[in-house]
């Protein structure tokens, strides 16, 4: 893929080690990926560089990421390019807010990276229509990332949100063994306390969930280290 065909993101996000992680899942999607460190920084680079689409965090020092995003969808030049906003705000009226000031999608921390990947895609779409979606295959499961559809030999599976994001975890790299803290931080989020017997009682829930037809449970615990699908 050529530098012009690759699609390119805008990564806004003031704290280093969420940008790095951010960053390495959508260099790993095949985006060309800028980052910018506050607001001023982005409204700059978008200027300089046109991406596809914009990652963008509201908790940002001097310009907000909201100030940021009003501005951009005020702009006749920016207006078209999405912005998803991240946010570590929950309540229905910051997320109303953050719509009105033009944002496309709005995701709450502690998000799945999973799930932020898709809704980048989703929004890609829209602007990039030859950007397919994802689907993860292990044996007979299906994991459709942007419909949030699970089958199992051609069944919809029912499945709570936490047991989909730790299936999609697990789908990512089947037989590799993550231990409760490294699912703690990928599937809720390093910002919240959980207690890691969270892990076990949704681990319980994925294998039901996943036999709910019949077949054998594909989760494997490996004792002392974790767990692993396959
Ligand atoms: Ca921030």
Redesign the pocket.
């Known amino acids: 893929m050529s530098r012009k065909e690759q699609p390119s993101v805008l990564l806004v ?3 280093p080690a ?1 940008r790095e992680v951010l960053s390495y899942n959508l260099e790993a999607e095949g985006f060309r990926v800028a980052q910018a460190e506050n607001g001023d920084e982005a409204l700059l680079l978008v200027e300089e560089e046109t991406p596809d689409i914009i990652v963008l ?5 001097a310009v907000s ?1 909201i100030e940021v995003c009003r501005r951009l969808k005020t702009s006749p030049e920016t207006r078209s390019i999405p912005i998803i906003m ?1 946010s ?1 705000r929950s309540e229905e009226v910051d997320r109303v807010r953050g719509l009105e000031t033009g944002a496309d999608d709005y995701v709450v921390k502690p998000y799945s990276v999973i799930e932020l990947m898709a809704r980048v895609r989703a929004q890609l779409r829209r602007v990039r229509p030859s950007t397919v979606g994802q689907q993860l295959v292990y044996d007979d499961i299906l994991l459709d990332a942007e419909s949030h559809r699970v089958f199992r030999d051609e069944q919809a599976l029912k499945l709570g949100p936490t047991e989909f994001r730790l299936l999609a975890t697990f789908m990512e790299k089947p037989g590799r063994v993550w231990s409760r803290e490294q699912l703690l931080d990928r599937v809720w989020g390093r910002d919240i306390y959980v207690d890691t017997r969270t892990v076990d009682v949704h681990i319980g829930r994925l294998r039901k969930a996943l036999c709910q037809h019949g077949g054998n449970d594909p989760v494997r615990t490996v004792r002392g280290a974790g767990y692993s699908l396959g």
Do not use: F, K, R, V
């Open positions: 996000e003031d704290e969420q965090d509201w908790m940002l020092p990421g991240l570590a």
